[in-house]
């Protein structure tokens, strides 16, 4: 009795409290982990899908089933099913609410439970919500304020709909084009990956990680590590990453994304080196807490304890997979379906003293943690009426914004971009006329299927082209469309085809839409890189009309168009532009908006090609003829940075303060550049700074960005942008997976794309 009073009142202490400092934090986490009972402790780790406690075929809970979840098996979390669909801050506000108050009155301590959503560019499960870009659109910006805003905005709308967690950002490196979630990250650039995750993190957590405010969300950074890279492109299969490799180019932006405070991390659904992730202590304790220092939340991905032995078959047990999961570092597990049966394996494992209940405290005391940091025990629930910008026109403004820096021209043969307003036009392609293909997966639904039911939000591109140029102008005659209502994302077929053709003799100009339609993880699987046939087929069909032709790009990765990229007239990358997409790449073909993004990837020509650009002198190139002579064959279609603009730019004055440094110097080096606008407009242009390293203990990159800035220049403007750097811009992996700095030649490369460096300036590190 007197235990419970006790309790009582240093519960009720919570509510009264503000924000709370990170000593005030652990004790009263220690104190509530010291009220728990083993099965409280098991029920905190596990996050179970709604499905299970909702009434059969219906989005309205089934009470028994939630109180059973909740005051039987005390779950800590809650997240979606694959077949949610957005729903109105409204429902999610009481829908929430109804399952706090059951965490809140009906148990013994009242810890709030905490819902995750993936809005992982705005508001996926909000209906009206702001859309954004999706990430890789955003690295095409290469201006990391528009991740900043995306971050903050989706955090608020995210918060306005009761929600407090966001399993955003993706940090997987974009190194192969077959991968169905490359879009999902910044790009195959390390470098890149740094500066844009921090800034989404600190968009959705805050300058100071304060996410006890009410407009803030935990961010969770994911897939820790090597999700990207399997050897069959496929999703969710085996990946083999050497450390060094692991370290140099995957690790970097995980790394940043903790020092900039990220509260949680999500693990790789695949397996790397011959070990699921999910089993692999020396990933998930050695290197993510010990040596990366991670202190927030660790949360499985979708079932993979269980797939530890149902699909990996690591163990024929699926209790054993519990302990080889729980000793291995994981602190939450997302148990969607079976969370009874992980509820009293992992009970029954600690009784027997297989998984120590040290290891317990310390998951719980993450999770506990994090709610606490959320502020979930003082205001577990939130009111949308708190958030009057909700869905504002300054939010769709910075989503507008973000896609209209996105869009990269690719190709401009003789400027016929911009267009003149007054010109026919045939639009054609399967993606002028669908919604779901601008937006991507993750938009409305999983697979983003549902965009479709969403006309007034996302107007598709020839839409927009008839409000532009006027009915009369625009024929529209898709030529090819997608199966509708299929979730498969590349199910297409010839819809009026020979119309298309025959409509392009009445007009001036082809506006072809082509690329994917929406997908994520294991239905966008691929098995041939070259955009579908039947898109390939068209096109090259309305290349025989012998009219001028605009490819508009729409797609999640880079498809392969050299069939007939180089009988086109321009090329359009929209990559996954999001709701603002379709007035966004009709303002670039106007001109209305001078086009400033770059490719944030190398483009490749032929699918057995698939390096990046820092790829090894051994991929290069060589000039040298003869049979022997052991040639790359790195020529993509388009380089990574690559990006043209309506006006022109020239680079000059090059200045560094320092040729040489002495291998344990902390000096700045500082590099200067005159950049200005040749043209007669006024546009952007992205300064790209890379250093190559000439020689090096493991094989050296050809090249490597180290900064970047994306300036904006009126006609005949010039400015200076300074970089700065120091020597640890140089540092890599050894073959000993050591950071190191080694003496010898370098050289800093300034221009405005990969494949265009204005400016060589050598370098030297030297021993003494
Ligand atoms: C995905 C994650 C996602 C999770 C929860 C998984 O299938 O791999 O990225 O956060 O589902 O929806």
């Known amino acids: 009795m007197k235990k419970n009073l006790l309790l009582c009142l240093f519960l009720s202490f919570f509510i009264f409290s503000k924000a709370q400092n990170n000593s005030v934090i652990t004790d009263k986490v220690n104190f509530i982990l010291s009220q728990m009972t083993l099965e409280e402790k098991v029920g905190q780790m596990m996050q179970i899908t709604i499905e299970t406690v909702l009434q059969d075929g219906s989005t309205n809970l089934d009470i028994k089933k939630i109180n059973a979840a909740i005051v039987e098996y005390h779950i800590g979390s809650l997240l979606n099913v694959p077949s949610s669909t957005a729903q109105t801050p409204e429902f999610w506000t009481n829908f929430i609410n109804k399952i706090q108050n059951i965490a809140l009155t009906e148990t013994r301590l009242k810890i709030p439970v905490i819902y995750g959503l993936d809005q992982i560019h705005g508001g996926t499960y909000t209906a009206g919500s702001t859309l954004f870009p999706q990430q890789i659109a955003l690295a095409a910006t290469w201006n990391p304020v528009h991740a900043r805003k995306m971050g903050e905005i989706t ?73 990207s890279v399997p050897t069959s492109g496929k999703d969710r299969t085996p990946a083999y990453i050497p450390r060094n490799v692991l370290m140099e180019y995957h690790v970097p932006a995980f790394k940043a994304a903790i020092d900039a405070g990220v509260h949680t991390v999500m693990i790789n659904s695949g397996i790397v080196n011959e070990m699921p992730v999910h089993a692999n202590y020396d990933i998930l304790t050695n290197l993510l807490r010990k040596e990366l220092g991670f202190k927030g939340m660790i949360v499985t991905d979708w079932e993979d304890i269980d797939k530890l032995c149902t ?140 965009m479709e039911n969403y006309p007034e939000r996302c107007p598709t591109i020839v839409e927009i082209m008839r409000q532009t140029f006027g009915d009369k102008n625009i024929i529209y005659e898709p030529g090819v469309s997608y199966k509708a209502d299929v979730i498969k994302y590349d199910s297409e077929y010839k819809d009026r085809f020979q119309q298309a053709i025959k409509a392009a003799k009445k007009v001036d100009y082809i506006v072809v839409c082509v690329g994917e339609n929406s997908y994520t993880e294991k239905p966008g699987d691929l098995s041939d890189l070259y955009l579908n046939d039947l898109q390939t087929e068209l096109v090259q069909e309305l290349i025989k009309t012998g009219k001028k032709i605009i490819v508009v790009l729409n797609e999640g990765r880079p498809r392969i168009i050299s069939r007939f990229s180089s009988k086109v007239d321009a090329i ?24 400033s993004g770059k490719l944030p990837y190398t483009y490749p020509a032929y699918p057995n090609s698939l390096v990046p650009y820092f790829h090894k002198y051994a991929d290069e190139q060589k000039k040298t003829p003869g049979l022997y002579n052991y040639e790359g064959d790195y020529n993509p279609e388009y380089h990574f940075g690559y990006g043209l603009s309506y006006t022109t730019f020239e680079y ?51 090249k490597r960005l180290r900064r970047f800035e994306k300036i904006t220049l009126k006609s005949g403007e010039t400015k200076t942008v300074t970089f700065k750097l120091n020597l640890n811009d140089l540092a890599f992996y050894n073959f000993d997976s050591q950071k190191v700095i080694e003496p010898g030649d370098f050289e800093w490369l300034i221009g405005s794309s990969s494949n265009d460096i204005k400016i060589k300036l050598p370098f030297k590190v030297t021993k003494k």
């Open 652 to 702: 000059s004055a090059p200045s560094i303060n320092h040729v040489s440094l002495l291998l344990d110097s902390k000096e700045d080096i500082e590099i200067t550049v005159n950049v200005r606008n040749t043209g007669i407009r006024e546009g952007k242009e992205v300064v790209q700074l890379y250093s190559s390293d000439l020689y090096a203990s493991v094989i050296p990159d050809v």
């Open 311 to 450: 699909r990996d078959r690591l163990t024929s047990s699926s209790r054993e997979a519990v302990k080889i999961g729980i000793n291995a570092g994981i602190d939450m597990v997302m148990i969607p379906y079976k969370y009874k049966e992980f509820y009293n394996d992992l009970i029954s494992l600690v009784k027997e003293g297989e998984v120590p209940l040290s290891r317990i405290d310390d998951a719980v005391r993450h999770i506990l943690t994090l709610k606490m940091k959320l502020n979930l025990f003082d205001v577990p629930k939130t009111n949308i009426k708190d958030y009057p910008a909700f869905a504002s026109k300054e939010f769709s403004k910075a989503s507008y914004n973000a896609t209209a820096e996105a869009i990269t021209l690719l190709k401009n043969r003789g400027a016929i971009l911009p267009l003149q307003k007054a010109v026919k036009i045939l639009v054609a392609g399967p993606n002028a006329s669908s919604r779901r293909a601008l937006t991507g997966g993750w938009s409305v639904s999983w697979q983003g299927e549902k």
């Open 155 to 227: 955090a608020y709308e995210t918060r306005a709909s009761n929600v407090p967690w966001n399993f955003s950002p993706v940090l997987d490196l974009g190194l192969d084009p077959r991968f169905s979630r490359q879009y999902e990250g910044f790009g195959e650039d390390p470098y890149i990956g740094v500066v844009f995750g921090k800034e989404l993190i600190k968009g959705y957590e805050g300058e100071d990680n304060d996410v006890s405010s009410p407009f803030k969300v935990a961010a969770c950074m994911k897939h820790f590590i090597g999700y």
């Open 572 to 595: 359009i990358q929209s990559y996954l532009p999001g709701v603002q997409g379709a007035q966004a790449i009709v303002d670039v073909l106007t001109g209305k908006v001078n086009p």
